[in-house]
């Protein structure tokens, strides 16, 4: 989006004029990550570069972000702001960020990056399949992003003060990046959202949907879904049963959260053990 509005991109936030950090408030440790970050570059900037810092911790929690910060802020899902606060011209919602960055673009990934391969190698050794299975989003996969919020009103959740209530793409709209992906010969999609569970009520229709229509393409793909609240697997699960049996399905990411009825009660998960 900064490319197509005549920004060159820096991997450098000492050379930067401005700098963009996008805050993480999930948990209380990933708050303090994003606060001494937003302190370090503080310290990096050349005086004349502003900080623009957005994301869930400006929703979340902007009263402990002003102490170290007071520039403008938005939310996650309000990138479209961008386009007032940098007065630019084309528009954010039509560019999408459907593939991982390569990993040599990320910096200081070396100690990671060895680490991750000492796993994938023992796992590969004793399970080729297993490496693919575990990764929502790995580098070859074309990331979807179908919505954002969720219905739910779990009492522990920090996320849905910073998303809000479910905003669902279209289906139209999906299938059209999902074309771009095969056109592109992509065949690992990742649909991902904060609760997929919840995609489309705001819209008269639902995963269920979505997903029949994805599964009747012809060719060798599979399909990865991030984030399925219990509640709706359990709910929807004969329809989830005929669609799995396609094998187009490779991943299903649903959080249990506890194996204690009282405490999935205080958490108000709307679900049990037993379910």
Not at 56 to 77: E, P
Not at 142 to 164: H, P, Q
Not at 189 to 201: H, N, R
Request: aromatic fraction near 10%; include cysteine.
């Amino acid at each position: 989006f900064l490319k197509e509005n005549d920004w060159q991109i820096t991997k450098n936030a000492k050379k930067a004029n401005l700098i963009l950090f996008n805050t993480c408030g999930l948990t209380e440790q990933s708050e303090e990550t994003s606060i001494k970050m937003i302190k370090k570059l503080k310290r990096k900037k050349k005086s004349s570069a502003e900080i623009i810092v957005f994301g869930c911790l400006a929703k979340i929690n902007i009263n402990h972000l002003r102490n170290f910060y007071d520039g403008q802020t938005f939310g996650s899902d309000n990138i479209e702001e961008m386009k007032t606060i940098l007065d630019l011209k084309s528009d954010p919602e039509k560019v999408y960020a459907n593939y991982l960055l390569p990993h040599k673009s990320i910096p200081n990934l070396k100690r990671l990056k060895s680490f991750y391969n000492i796993i994938t190698s023992l796992l590969v050794r004793y399970n080729k399949k297993v490496y693919r299975a575990i990764n929502i989003c790995y580098p070859n996969s074309y990331i979807i992003k179908v919505s954002t919020g969720c219905l739910s009103r779990c009492s522990y959740c920090a996320v849905r003060i910073s998303r809000g209530n479910i905003k669902s793409k279209s289906i139209p709209q999906i299938i059209e990046e999902f074309n771009t992906g095969l056109s592109k010969s992509f065949t690992d999609f990742s649909l991902i959202g904060t609760d997929l569970g919840s995609y489309g009520k705001d819209k008269g229709t639902d995963l269920i949907e979505l997903l029949n229509q994805l599964i009747t393409y012809n060719g060798e793909y599979n399909i990865r879904l991030r984030n399925v609240h219990p509640g709706f697997l359990i709910h929807r699960i004969n329809d989830f049963e005929d669609i799995f049996r396609t094998g187009k399905i490779s991943y299903i990411e649903s959080a249990a959260q506890s194996g204690n009825n009282r405490i999935l009660k205080l958490m108000n998960r709307s679900y049990t053990i037993e379910d």
